[in-house]
């Protein structure tokens, strides 16, 4: 027997052996799987509450989150099954980019509607997430709030009858919730009749450790880490500040009589001694963000006194804004092509292109002043100053980066405007649908949405991953307001914002991310918690918001979402780990079938030896 034809066996031996290490590897790392649970709605005819079975199933996709329902779900509720999502993936600190998120509600009543069962939709993706299963016995209402706080709902007393009549043991409600028309006494002995138990919760935490027995809650550090965020922002300030000291040192040399440009200065002298007290305290990024608004001043106060000495200011200026125009779009191509790009560094680059490009930065304010030059000169003059002032900011941010090419393609860029103009649209959307439309808060949303949509129809990609972002930050703070606007909980409300604003920052250091401007924003945003809720709320949401984008670059390449119409499987990819557990399992296979080598060896060896004896007895005779 040729000895080259045991080696047949052998290799597929040892592949199948690799292809179970493999597919077994595979398992243990997916966050995919499906869980179903009980959620309670209002019979909108009766008034009655009414049961409906909640079945999630995620799949390996691209980050899109889809929902259907019988009888059909209002918009409202398919704009909170997106935010539940988003919710669930902060929580459980997983990139959930990779996967799809398929709800579907099967209901009795003629119509499925209404936010109330946010907070189930994030428990369930959560369960999924972290591969624990769901307890049956166990129920809840209330909607989820993007800093992982409950909202607050109607009607629970009636839905928690509705859970008890359907053999519910534990049923969970927002702990925030007025009893007028929610948690009656009555219903509270109806329950306790049927063996149910009526719980007030706080945290989409703890409506998940009743639900699966874990307790995932995470501990705060105060104390952020933050040596190379100083040592950046550290950079940046000192270069900005450099360069106000010279703008204004250039406005003296002008020895001005001009009333209004000696009330610039004076302001300036002020607002630069205010930043030299921050950055003595290490606050190097609310001193960089203050030297914008002073050396604005500084740079109006020049402008000035260059069209006081013209004979035609209004053609000056118009030249003025022109070569603006042609530094703008130099800086952009400068900072896009020339500074070296991986995850770390990206972020850096596109604040530096954002001021350059973004809702209300240079570009922008550029042309306004264009606009404005021929009713106001010096409204137009000031516009001017400040666009000029957020270019040369953009310098700075990139000043500590390498020289170098971009390893980051357009392709990139475009995914992510791609995925952060869709959360944008379904945050927008469920903000708006709390009824809270019309303020001042949606319209400031809303523009930053439609200058998002504006972008990315331009290209400009990181101007519309920058107003996308705002917008997803504006709504997330509409939706936590609106359970201020409608209990008690004020007090809560901003040591709610904070805590996850921070607990955010936590996961990205604990991750070896260093969120800039998480970190910018949730310091930015203390300097106003004594003095004013709305900057302290806003500034919370933002560094949230920030860091959350901030932990996401940090994953291989970039979020590869698609906006698809139909639902597609993506090629499976092996992971190092997988190779890791293939090339493992090849080398258990090659040993064993070593093993059975041999002893198929000695087998025929022997079987020679045997017959190698015969055929000398038969000579012998």
């Known amino acids: 027997m040729d000895r080259r034809l045991l080696l047949v066996p052998i290799i597929l031996f040892a592949f199948s052996i690799s292809i179970f290490s493999a597919h077994g590897a595979t398992a243990n790392t997916t966050h995919t799987g499906k869980a179903t649970l009980y959620i309670f709605g209002i019979d909108s005819q009766t008034g009655v509450g009414v049961p409906a079975l909640l079945t999630l199933t995620v799949t390996n996709g691209s980050g899109q989150v889809f929902l259907g329902s019988t009888p059909l779900s209002d918009q409202q509720t398919q704009a909170q099954a997106t935010v539940s999502v988003d919710v669930a993936c902060q929580l459980v600190n997983i990139n959930c980019n990779k996967y799809n998120f398929y709800y579907y509600i099967t209901s009795s009543s003629s119509q499925v509607g209404g936010p109330s069962a946010g907070a189930a939709f994030t428990v369930a993706a959560m369960a999924i997430l972290t591969g624990k299963s769901l307890n049956s016995q166990v129920a809840m209402t209330g909607t989820a709030n993007p800093d992982g706080s409950m909202g607050i709902v109607g009607d629970v007393a009636a839905k928690s009858q509705a859970a008890a009549d359907q053999g519910i043991k534990i049923f969970l409600y927002p702990a925030n919730e007025p009893s007028a028309d929610n948690m009656t006494q009555a219903a509270l002995a109806y329950d306790e009749n049927l063996g149910e138990v009526a719980i007030p919760v706080s945290s989409i935490y703890e409506a998940y450790q009743y639900f699966t027995g874990y307790n995932i809650t995470p501990i705060l550090n105060y104390s952020i880490v933050t040596p190379l965020y100083n040592s950046v922002m550290k950079v940046t300030y000192s270069e900005f500040s450099a360069y106000q000291q010279s703008l204004y040192n250039q406005v003296i040399a002008q020895n001005s009589t001009n009333t209004t440009v000696q009330n610039l200065l004076s302001y300036a002298q002020s607002a630069m001694s205010y930043q030299n007290t921050l950055a003595t305290e290490g606050n190097y990024y609310v001193a960089a963000s203050n030297i914008v608004n002073s050396s604005a001043a500084l740079m109006y106060a020049y402008t000035l006194e260059k069209l006081g000495a013209s004979q035609n200011p209004m053609q000056t200026l118009s030249t003025m804004i022109s070569a603006e125009n042609v530094s703008i779009q130099n800086t952009y191509n400068n900072i896009s092509g020339n500074y070296l790009t991986n995850t770390s560094t990206l972020e850096l680059k596109l604040i530096a292109i954002d ?10 304010l550029l042309n306004q002043a264009e606009s404005s030059l021929n009713p106001d000169i010096t409204t137009s003059a000031y516009l001017y100053s400040l666009a ?56 400031v ?31 997330e703070l509409i939706i936590e307001e609106n359970s201020i ?8 409300v901003p040591a709610q914002i904070s805590a996850s604003a921070l607990r955010s920052i936590n996961t990205a250091e604990d991750a070896g991310v260093t969120p800039f401007l998480g970190i910018s924003y949730y310091q930015f945003g203390n300097n106003f918690a004594n003095d004013s809720l709305a900057n302290y709320l806003q500034y919370s949401a933002l560094s949230r918001t920030y860091t959350g984008f901030e932990s996401a670059l940090a994953n291989a390449s970039v979020l590869p979402f698609l906006p698809i119409l139909q639902v597609i499987t993506p090629p499976s990819v092996l992971s190092y780990q997988d190779i890791a557990y293939l090339l493992l399992g090849f080398a258990v296979g090659v040993v064993i079938s070593g093993f059975i080598y041999e002893y ?3 087998k025929i060896t ?8 015969n055929k000398t007895r038969r000579l012998q005779k």
């Open 355 to 364: 001021r350059l490009t973004g809702y209300q930065q240079a570009t922008y």
């Open 388 to 443: 000029e002032i957020k270019r040369v900011s953009a310098i700075f941010w990139v000043a500590i980066l390498p020289p170098g090419n971009s390893n980051f393609s357009e392709s990139s860029y475009s995914n992510l405007s791609n995925y952060y103009l869709y959360k944008a649209s379904s945050f927008t959307d469920y903000a708006t649908l709390l009824g809270l439309s019309g303020s001042a808060e949606t319209t």
């Open 600 to 602: 198929k060896l000695y």
């Open 445 to 475: 949303m809303q523009d930053y949405f439609d200058s998002a949509q504006s972008y990315q129809s331009q290209g400009h990609y990181v101007a519309s991953i920058f107003s996308s972002l705002e917008c997803i930050a504006d709504a």
């Open 606 to 613: 022997k079987k020679n030896r045997r017959s190698g004896k």
């Open 485 to 492: 606007a409608t209990n008690n909980s004020l007090s809560q």
